[in-house]
């Protein structure tokens, strides 16, 4: 498993992120919910770096665990080459998903805001399914 320490550092090495005026949103001024929105995401997306490091460290030692026991005509994909693929699957799904989520308003400045949105919350989602992966028994 990863070091605690990992997390903090990977928040601490990205650049700064937008601070968000909480007037201005109230007003209604887009541009800054936009980019709040997008902070979100960005914040929700540095999670979920984080425990992918740790979900692949537990898949990596799993197949190392296995190996030895693995039958010579099992020829199925292991742990990690499993959770990389399904990783490449949903990243596109979540792509493509929150695209359509955006067409509510699209073309309207309110687009990137919706899109932040699904983004985030599908992230936040799959963040906990690595954490659940990882902490699961064998």
Request: hydrophobic fraction near 40%.
């Amino acid at each position: 498993m990863m070091p605690a320490l990992v997390f903090p550092l990977l928040l601490q090495a990205a650049e700064p992120l937008p601070e968000c005026d909480e007037k201005a949103a109230e007003m209604g001024v887009q541009q800054p919910m936009n980019q709040c929105a997008q902070r979100d995401f960005v914040i929700a997306d540095r999670k979920l770096n984080a425990q992918w490091q740790i979900t692949v460290a537990v898949m990596k030692a799993r197949d190392e665990a296995y190996a030895p026991y693995r039958d010579a005509g099992d020829t199925r994909p292991g742990w990690f080459e499993s959770l990389r693929e399904a990783q490449r699957a949903w990243l596109a799904f979540r792509d493509a998903h929150c695209r359509i989520d955006g067409y509510t308003a699209r073309g309207g400045s309110m687009e990137p805001m919706l899109v932040s949105f699904c983004k985030r919350a599908l992230t936040e989602q799959r963040t906990q399914q690595l954490k659940e992966l990882a902490e699961s028994p064998e």
